[in-house]
């Protein structure tokens, strides 16, 4: 079998750690080619660029390894590699992160990470977003290796459901004793928000956007029990958002 | 009954008219809050501003009614509604748009107007997405009245099912003879993205985005089907995203 060719991509931008740790161990699967935001995008969820320009500029930070920073999100990245990069070749698998930080639950739909893995699932290429779940940026990689190539593998071998991208959380260094991967659900927990109040040197009031995530989900199969579990947790997503269980209610209650 | 308190946003921006014509609307409904975006946020998908400041400002721009700009993206604006706004107040709907331009099939992903409404869902408020398919914007906007208010005193009056927000296509006012509301799901169809390359004064490389939707579903209970067909479409879009189906696939094939 030929090499893989492997599209990389994240949120954190093209200079952190968490791409860095997947470039490596990427290139021991396959030929790697990298389009990433050139600073930090996280947050920025499905968003695309439409009414404003983008950049993408060759750069040689990975080395050998073929690489390109673009000016917008994620999801761009993914588009502009398929147009101005990949051109007629058609990648075998494109993976996004590593996060610096969780990307479980409800996460998933404010996550850069997970948009350019969906975006590549859209486009009919096998995605998997990781991301590591330990905030700082100098967050310790070394024990995620076996999981992700273990991932990257079965994905390579068996393919993916059709329109499915797979949201990947792994645990911290500091939890010991990872106990091993598991196919979840995403859980039911969500972000309660708080606004902190500040004043610029003008006088103006401005904010900060904080926020605390509370778990309402008591179920043992869904991916923020498998993370407090010590678990890999791994969540089949689709892009395809119609609850096919509403419609029949909507039909049945609604006076249309 | 009290009247109801609805919550108004976009992604146009305040100063839209799609906005405008939302805001009459809901006003007969209701007592109307509306916290917006200052300037443009369209393709912003789920984005909310976590590295950056807010702001938010009060405006008399709608008169009477109590409205803020916020320099956020849809989703930020209802966030900061639900804590600075509202604060106690439950909004018993939160309604979006009206868009200037189609949201259906996989434009949901990257929808603001969507995005303001799934994250009104997420906090267990009814919510509504409205776009109209016509992306001009001094699109005529006088054939929408009597949709979009069958549809929201269903809401009111029915609720919606749990975690579940609506996503509603209008067809555009020279379609003459709408023929009614449906029920719908999201359709199989794609943007086909197209990049403009062009150098700017100083001879450095930019790009556009461009794209043409391209519809690949041949079913005739979608929405695209139904804005083709002279129907108004509602989609009861879930964000859950997790693919049920492709669980017990992943169990099954896969050796981890």
Redesign the interface.
């Known amino acids: 079998m030929a090499k893989p060719l492997i599209l990389v991509s994240n949120d954190d931008g093209i200079s952190s750690k968490g791409i860095r740790t997947l470039i490596d161990i990427m290139k021991e699967i396959g030929e790697v080619v990298v389009v990433a935001p050139d600073g930090?995008q996280?947050?920025?969820?499905?968003?695309?660029?439409?009414?404003n320009?983008?950049?993408?500029e060759e750069t040689d930070i990975f080395g050998d390894i073929k690489a390109y920073e673009c000016s917008g999100t994620p999801?761009?990245c993914v588009?502009?590699a398929?147009?101005?990069v990949l051109k007629n070749r058609i990648p075998d698998l494109v993976v996004s992160g590593i996060n610096h930080g969780s990307n479980t639950s409800?996460s998933?739909?404010?996550s850069g990470t997970m948009?350019a893995a969906?975006e590549g699932a859209?486009e009919g290429y096998p995605a998997i977003g990781f991301s590591l779940c330990d905030y700082s940026s100098d967050a310790d990689f070394s024990h995620v290796k076996s999981y992700i190539r273990?991932?990257v593998m079965?994905t390579l071998e068996?393919g993916?459901?059709s329109?499915?991208a797979l949201?990947v959380n792994i645990p911290p260094k500091r939890n010991e004793n990872i106990k091993?991967?598991k196919?979840?659900?995403?859980a039911?927990a969500?972000w309660h928000?708080?606004?902190d109040?500040?004043y610029d040197p003008n006088g103006?009031?401005?904010?900060?956007?904080a926020g605390n995530f509370v778990n309402h989900d008591k179920g043992e199969d869904n991916d923020e029990w498998a993370i407090g579990n010590n678990y890999v947790s791994?969540?089949?997503?689709?892009?395809?958002?119609?609850?096919?269980?509403?419609?029949a209610?909507?039909?049945k209650?609604?006076?249309?």
């Open positions: 930090p996280s947050g920025m969820g499905h968003a695309i660029t439409v009414g320009t983008l950049r993408l999801a761009d588009k502009i398929k147009h101005f409800i998933v739909l404010y948009s969906i859209l273990k991932i079965n068996k993916l459901p329109g499915v949201n091993g991967i196919i979840c659900r995403q039911n969500k928000e708080d606004f109040q500040r103006r009031r401005y904010f900060w956007m791994v969540v089949p997503c689709q892009y395809d958002l119609t609850a096919h269980h509403a419609m209610q909507l039909n209650e609604w006076d249309i």
